[in-house]
């Protein structure tokens, strides 16, 4: 697995980075990582300093609600968690593990600030695409209170991230 090609594969930053970018997030700033059956990627409630594509295997995504632990949705490879929480500084939604072995590619937050510094204009098309994902996902899950989601429109995504990334 090339950190590049991962995230060349994925529309999150195909749809929003040129060919240089992806480039430099690929071969120099994303990590490959794996983990093993049951390993934590990542728990709601913390605060979030990186995000992860899943190159291989399988996640679990679950929320704790009053009634505890609810499995909410399944992600495989191609798939992207964690965005929300790294690109707006908020708390992570969801808890992610491993349903099986699992190889991702982790990207940081420094790269991804590199990146806005460099391009301001990324702020805005990375919002749009976390807007429509979260929409896709909405719909996925008719139980909207299966799904923990900021609700964020795109001005109020895009307020949040020129905050986070300026200070």
Known sequence: MHPRD???SVPFFVDVLDFSQLDRLGDRLAEPREFGRGALLMRQGEIGHSMFIVAEGKVAISIHSPS????VA????GDVVGEMSLLTGARR?????AAKRVAAVEIPKA????????TPGLIGRFAEMMEQRHAELGRIH???GRWNNLGLSR?????RMTAYFAG
């Open 93 to 97: 939604s969801a808890t992610v593990t």
């Open 74 to 77: 399944t992600l495989g490879a």
């Open 142 to 144: 008719d139980d909207a």
């Open 111 to 118: 790269a991804i600030e590199g990146l806005i510094v460099e």
């Open 68 to 71: 505890g632990e609810q499995h």
């Open 6 to 8: 991962v995230v060349a």
């Open 155 to 159: 001005d109020e995504i895009v307020a």
